[in-house]
Each structure stands twice: as structure tokens, then as C-alpha cells.
């Protein structure tokens, strides 16, 4: 006879697995273009629902980047909606706060809160809003007008709440190509160079964010190559996983590191039990700087936390992230090189059996915000603005990935 009391408390346990499941491994994608609309690739085909209930219902899932043929289909058709989005106006505004929604979605719905997953937004544009909006009301994404001025401010709370209460880090990548139209605007109103640079950066100030730590800057240039060149730069931050013994409880442990350009840093700690976790307490570096806004790091204490809580085996995982060197450039840790000391009665002792363990990539999901409208191509149309912004987004992609 079925035990009915078993049996259901089998099926709540099941359903929550379930519901905690997470994908491993991955690097998703999505693409949104806006000019005077606004569409990502994400929205079921024969339903298309739009407007503030939108994530209700249910969306296509990102390409996994992961797979390598999987990622030369999404980047051979990274321009498929910014083109067919092709138009005179610009609603940036609404494309960052669609953006935002499907953020959350893929949070909650694919990622199913993950707390390690890192999130990316890339806006390319290269002009200011003047249609939001009207884009915003004809979707049903606002019930009543707002007031254009008043659009900035209700992007950057879309960004702040893209993460809800989680810690994930989520950061922005703000880009605009000072084309024609922008350069326009200065040489009408007699603007000096530095009048300019505040005007542009005030326009820009809603898109910047960073869920830790400072924001990313805003990325400008009158061509893709140095728009490209720059982002890279702020993009590519290091970091480095390794694992320290049981053992070495209690005890001072040094991490001596080599840059691949052969610059010397190190890491100094006291290992210890707090707890039922372990922590690497009075952190000393000499030669790098570390992110203090990671998820790996405690300010209380100045400590690192273990980047892995299962305890089960002989030693203990721990992550450095955003390494720089003391010119606050990226610091690409040799990991041949890499070696691991212990004090005992005042002497570093060589741990010999140490062994580099990278650890495996966190999951990621970025989505691209590409701006379509016409004013990309110059007035007559004719410099293929629009051909550069793709081969860049195409570029942002491999960036990624590696």
C-alpha cells in the first residue's frame, strides 16, 4: 500500500531540486536593437508579448556561447535585429530598461538566482534619446506619459533593481561614437572642448552602473577601433583561484606570484577557522591590488572567503578577482609560475606539492543593446557606420568568450 505522507514529501523534495537547479558552464547571450522600437531575440515568435508584464510569460533561452558552434551562429547573426530595427529616431532609454527586464528574467527563470553568475550590459549608440517615450507608451511598457526629462531617472532604478537582493555583480558598459549628430550639437552651441566633455558625460551619467564597486566609465570616441581598444582595457579583468590545506590551519600562508610579464606580487594571509568556515584574514599585498567589491571578499576582517563551501576534501578554495598591478592595469598571473609558502617558527617553508587550480569559469550572461537608427551612416548615408558598430558587437562577443 502507498505510503501517501512519504510520497508527497518524495515529490516536494524532487520539485525543490528542481527549482534550485542551475546551468553550469555557460556564457549566454541576447541581443536587443533599438532606433525608434525596441526588440531583443528572446520573445516567442508566434507571441510577442510586450509591455511591464512581459516577463510573465514565457521567453526564448540564450545562446550558450559555451558551445563553439552555437557561438559562431549567434555571432554571424548579432546584426539580424538591430537591422531589421533600422530608423530615424532613438529610444535608448527603453532599450536599457527592456534590457533590465530580461536581465531579471533570465535571473530568476534560467539562472534560477545563481548568486555566482556575472551579468553584462554593452550599449552602443551614437546619439541621445529623443523617442523613449513614445516607444515606451505604443508597447504598453508605461500607462501613463512621462516626461522626457524624467526618463533618466527611471533607468538607472531599472539597473539597480535588474539584481533584486541578490550580490551578483552586474555592471554596464556605457559606449557612444561621437558621430556627426553628437559633434553637431557642439559647434551650434560654440561649446569648448571641456564644456563638451561634461555635457556629454551628464547625458550619459543614467546608463553607468556597477551592482560593486565604482562603475564602469563611459566609453567615447569619434571611431569603433578606439571605442573597441578602450573597453577592452576597462573589460578584461584578472583573476586567480587557489587552494590552500587543512593542514595549514592557524598558520600564515604566502602566494608568490609572476605577472606574464614578469612582474613579482604576493599575497599574505593567516588561514583559519571561524566558524564553521575558513577565511584568509589580514590579507597583505605587495605588487597587485585586488577587487575588495568581489564576492570573495570580506571587508570586516579584510579577508577572503572560500570561493567553494564544500569542505568535504583536504583542502579549502579561495579567488582573487579583478587583479590589477600598481598602475592599475591588468595583472595576468603566470600560473606556471605560481608558488605557495607557509611560515613555521618565523621560516617560509616551500609548499612543493602545490599544484595551480584554475578554477572553472563562472557562469555569465551578457546582452548587447545596439543602437539601429540611420544617423550611423552620416547623413547621406554613405560612411557604414552601422557595418562597424556590428564588427565591433561581433568583437565584444569573442571578448567574452575568451
Known sequence: MVNFSKLSGFIILVALMTSCATHTNVIYSDVIGFSEKVDGDYFQAENKHRGMFKNLFKQIEPSNLVDKKDAEVFKSGVSKIPQRMRGENTSVYYAVETACDRIRYVRKRIMKRDKQTKYYLFLMTDGLDNWSEIAAKEDKQILFPIKHDKYPERVQKKLKKAMGFGKNLFEVYPMIMEGADILSNKDRNKMSDETF??????????????????????????????????????????????????????????????????????????????????????????????????????????????????????????????????????????????????????????????????????????????????????????????????????????????
Open 197 to 402: 566633455d561634461k555635457w556629454i558625460e551628464s547625458q550619459m551619467e543614467c546608463f553607468k552602473y556597477s551592482s560593486k564597486g565604482d562603475a564602469p566609465k563611459l566609453i567615447r570616441a569619434t571611431d569603433y577601433e578606439k571605442i573597441f581598444e578602450d573597453l577592452k582595457e576597462q573589460f578584461k579583468t584578472s583573476s586567480y583561484s587557489f587552494r590552500v590545506p587543512k593542514s595549514y590551519q592557524g598558520k600564515r600562508i604566502k602566494m608568490n606570484f609572476e605577472s606574464i610579464y614578469g612582474e613579482k606580487a604576493t599575497l599574505i594571509g593567516t588561514f583559519k577557522k571561524q566558524g564553521f568556515d575558513y577565511i584568509i584574514s589580514d590579507i597583505e599585498l605587495k605588487g597587485i591590488n585586488i577587487n575588495k567589491a568581489s564576492h570573495f571578499y570580506r571587508i570586516e576582517g579584510n579577508a577572503l572567503i572560500p570561493s567553494n563551501k564544500d569542505y568535504r576534501g583536504g583542502d579549502i578554495e579561495f579567488k582573487i578577482e579583478g587583479i590589477t598591478n600598481g598602475n592599475n592595469k591588468r595583472y595576468d598571473i603566470n600560473k606556471r609560475e605560481v608558488q605557495q609558502e607557509y611560515e613555521s617558527n618565523g621560516i617560509w617553508i616551500l609548499n612543493s606539492e602545490y599544484k595551480e587550480n584554475a578554477m572553472q569559469n563562472q557562469n555569465t550572461y551578457f546582452i548587447l543593446v545596439i543602437d539601429a537608427s540611420k544617423s550611423l551612416d552620416g547623413k547621406k548615408g554613405e560612411e557604414k557606420g552601422f557595418e562597424k558598430e556590428m564588427e565591433m558587437a561581433r568583437k565584444i562577443v569573442d571578448l567574452i568568450i575568451e
